[in-house]
T-cell receptor
């Protein structure tokens, strides 16, 4: 099935700096790559996603890049703010489910120091 | 609140007891998923419904677990003869049925503690 690896597991940055989280996947046919943010005690919420027909997508301070050849995608957060502190998960469609459900990475705990 | 709703939010049970959780997805969503999340990990896929049909079930899922979605709306997840290793957050998610994957909206989850 799909194997999704995420790095780093923890990331601490100063407010205003950029943060980058990277994920690799194993299924070359995967075509949808979402990123979820989960604050403590809350549900995961989608913050951005990208499909395999584009290499980059931006939404204000958040961007995602995709390298299909290398099978990795990254989340970029610029001008970080304390409210960006949370756990971030990448995901990719799971081959085991006919690509209908997602396999999630193990998460990155981002801490933005004021 | 028109989001995904799960009940109960918390459940404490003794080992060996049966528990049942409920999920009410967003009303127009055909796809419904159950995931399990343990501390420090990402959600792990358990099972998936398209309308009332259970189309996929994780190979990791014990036969003590069963899920239903009888009318293609709400779903229930039952765990029989609970074990301490079943302690986790059980998350439900739903999405619209299109020919490609779209955003999955998660519920707040049911936190199960088996003592």
């Amino acid at each position: 099935g799909e194997n999704v690896e995420q790095h780093p597991s923890t990331l601490s940055v100063q407010e205003g700096d950029s943060a980058v989280i990277k994920c690799t996947y194993s299924d070359s046919a995967s075509n949808y790559f979402p990123w979820y943010k989960q604050e403590l005690g809350k549900r995961p919420q989608l913050i951005i996603d990208i499909r395999s027909n584009v290499g980059e997508k931006k939404d204000q301070r958040i961007a995602v890049t995709l390298n299909k050849t290398a099978k990795h995608f990254s989340l970029h957060i610029t001008e970080t703010q304390p409210e960006d502190s949370a756990v971030y998960f990448c995901a990719a469609p799971s081959m085991d489910t006919g690509r209908r459900a997602l396999t999630f990475g193990s998460g990155t705990r981002l801490q933005v120091q004021p | 609140d028109t989001g995904v709703s799960q009940n109960p939010r918390h459940k404490i049970t003794k080992r060996g007891q049966n528990v049942t959780f409920r999920c009410d997805p967003i009303s127009e969503h055909n796809r419904l998923y159950w995931y399990r999340q343990t501390l420090g990990q990402g959600p792990e896929f358990l099972t998936y419904f398209q309308n009332e049909a259970q189309l996929e079930k994780s190979r990791l899922l014990s036969d003590r677990f069963s899920a239903e979605r009888p009318k293609g709306s709400f779903s229930t997840l039952e765990i029989q003869r609970t074990e301490q290793g079943d302690s986790a957050m059980y998350l439900c998610a739903s999405s619209t049925h299109l020919t490609e994957n779209t955003e999955a909206f998660f519920g707040q989850g049911t936190r199960l503690t088996v003592v």
